[in-house]
């Protein structure tokens, strides 16, 4: 069963820190790329970064090195640490998943996706 689900999200001054998770079903969490996504208010949603099966981390121009991505194997769970965090990051956060050989940050590639996590960052 292809499953996940974000939690972590809330409300955060500016220049703080928060870490989201996405606990994934064993199905899903052994698929080849999973990866972070936002929506901010009124905008597109975007790619933030993607960790393959074998730990190949990529991220968003973007992010500019503020976020980590990381994954823990035994909890089939995947994070996003967000550091000095700006206004601009108000979003809700998705995590998603696919099984394609090559991982790219393109929505179109992405077939399994949680239900997201707001997170609001306030002046």
């Known amino acids: 069963q292809e499953q996940l689900m974000e939690s972590g999200g809330g409300s955060v001054q500016a220049g703080g820190s928060l870490r989201l998770s996405c606990t994934a079903s064993?199905?899903?969490?052994?698929?080849?790329?999973m990866a972070w996504f936002r929506q901010a208010p009124g905008k597109e949603r975007e790619g933030v970064g993607y960790?393959?099966?074998?730990?190949?981390?990529r991220y968003a121009q973007s992010i500019q090195g503020r976020f980590t991505i990381s994954k823990d194997n035994a909890k089939n769970t995947l994070y996003l640490e967000m550091n000095s965090l700006k206004l601009e990051a108000t979003a809700t956060y998705y995590c998603?998943?696919?099984?394609?050989?090559?991982?790219?940050?393109?929505?179109?590639?992405?077939?399994?996706w949680g239900p997201g996590t707001q997170v609001t960052v306030a002046s």
């Open positions: 960790i393959t099966s074998v730990g190949t981390i």
């Open positions: 998603a998943a696919h099984d394609k050989a090559v991982c790219q940050l393109r929505q179109d590639l992405f077939s399994t």
């Open positions: 064993e199905y899903t969490y052994s698929s080849n790329c």
